[in-house]
């Protein structure tokens, strides 16, 4: 929005409601004068006056306490900002986008967030869909970090990793991103840390995307009984049958794809999937697997 604006030549500043204590966000947003409070040892500019211009973006506003929102409606009702300690009110041309976790109308229904400042800030609202409900834009979203992410840079600026395996993006597409975009900003640097060329493999990822992902396509290749494409209890078994045997089709296939993927070698199979060597050897025995042509 700020880039795409008129606005884009003056200052985009970014200020975390739930960052700073309670009693420093006024002085933050409106600065202070010299001895206004113990501490103030010279005039400070806030971040109000810093944005003229430009856009403000108030991050986890949410957070805001209920006796700064007064003080805030009152900058964005009047255009003005008076530091604390201060008398002269000075005029600011700000743009401000604030965003939140929370339902601001359920929080303004239980009295902790101002109605009037909730519909002074309600000038465009958007809804912005966890990632779990718009999958299309994962591949979007890791080219765009992998471009600008610096953990993906050599020493010489060039990008490590250029792009991702087919498979790595189905493991994507079928995770539910609980932690959304954080989490895959997360995924991607610890896929760019481990990637040993230029494209992310699934050994690359942390071992509950792999597991949440095998486990999506195994459901969606499992034998289907009955007329209804569903299973019978009677045909699962008991709770602690039918678990047992979605697992040990999992643990079989994860074990057998990770060693194709590093030529059976025990060794580099068990360090990419994270667990102790012998636990490997051990998974390997219990479900037969042939290790002769391992090489370690």
Same mark, same amino acid.
């Given at each position: 929005?700020?880039?795409?604006?008129?606005?884009?030549?003056?200052?985009?500043?970014?200020?975390d409601c739930?960052?700073?204590?309670?009693?420093?966000?006024?002085?933050?947003?409106?600065?202070?004068?010299?001895?206004?409070?113990t501490?103030?040892?010279?005039?400070?500019?806030?971040?109000? /006056?810093?944005?003229?211009?430009? !856009?403000?973006?108030?991050?986890?506003?949410?957070? =805001?306490? !209920? /006796? =700064?929102?007064?003080?805030l409606?009152?900058?964005?009702?009047t255009?003005?900002?008076?530091?604390?300690?201060?008398a002269?009110?000075?005029?600011?041309?700000?743009?401000?986008?604030?965003?939140?976790?929370?339902?601001?109308?359920? /929080?303004?229904?239980?009295?902790t967030?101002? %109605?009037d400042?909730f519909?002074?800030?309600?000038?465009?609202?958007?809804?912005?869909?966890?990632?779990?409900?718009?999958?299309?834009d994962?591949?979007? =979203?890791?080219?765009?970090?992998?471009?600008?992410?610096r953990y993906?840079?050599?020493?010489?600026?060039?990008?490590?990793?250029q792009?991702?395996?087919?498979?790595?993006?189905?493991?994507?597409?079928? &995770?539910?991103?609980?932690?959304?975009?954080?989490?895959?900003?997360?995924?991607? %640097?610890?896929?760019?840390?481990?990637?040993?060329?230029?494209?992310?493999?699934?050994?690359d990822?942390?071992?509950h995307?792999?597991?949440?992902?095998?486990?999506?396509?195994?459901s969606?290749?499992?034998?289907?009984?009955?007329n209804?494409?569903?299973? !019978?209890?009677?045909?699962?078994?008991?709770?602690?049958?039918?678990?047992?045997?979605?697992v040990?089709?999992?643990?079989r296939? &994860?074990?057998?794809?990770?060693?194709e993927?590093?030529?059976?070698?025990?060794?580099?199979a068990a360090?990419?999937?994270?667990i102790?060597?012998? &636990?490997?050897?051990?998974?390997?025995k219990? &479900?037969?697997?042939?290790?002769s042509?391992?090489?370690?």
């Open positions: 929005i700020h880039k795409c604006s008129h606005r884009a030549e003056k200052p985009f500043i970014v200020f739930s960052a700073v204590p309670a009693n420093l966000i006024e002085s933050e947003l409106f600065g202070h004068e010299k001895g206004s409070f501490g103030a040892i010279m005039a400070r500019q806030g971040l109000f /006056e810093a944005a003229d211009g430009g !856009t403000l973006f108030l991050d986890e506003l949410g957070e =805001l306490s !209920t /006796e =700064l929102q007064p003080k409606l009152r900058v964005l009702e255009r003005e900002v008076r530091r604390v300690g201060g002269r009110p000075m005029k600011v041309d700000v743009r401000v986008i604030a965003a939140t976790n929370r339902k601001l109308e359920e /929080e303004v229904r239980a009295g967030f101002r %109605e400042l519909y002074r800030l309600s000038v465009v609202r958007l809804f912005l869909p966890p990632l779990r409900e718009r999958r299309e994962v591949p979007l =979203l890791v080219r765009h970090f992998l471009k600008n992410g993906n840079r050599t020493p010489d600026g060039q990008l490590r990793v792009g991702m395996a087919r498979d790595v993006l189905e493991a994507f597409r079928g &995770y539910d991103w609980p932690g959304n975009v954080r989490e895959l900003v997360n995924v991607i %640097e610890r896929a760019c840390s481990f990637a040993e060329t230029e494209n992310m493999e699934l050994g990822l942390p071992p995307i792999l597991e949440s992902s095998h486990m999506q396509r195994l969606t290749l499992a034998p289907r009984l009955t209804n494409g569903r299973q !019978t209890v009677d045909e699962m078994g008991t709770f602690k049958d039918a678990k047992e045997k979605w040990s089709t999992f643990e296939d &994860y074990i057998v794809r990770l060693l993927r590093h030529g059976f070698n025990i060794s580099h360090r990419d999937a994270e102790d060597r012998k &636990y490997f050897r051990k998974l390997m219990k &479900y037969g697997i042939d290790s042509s391992s090489a370690e």
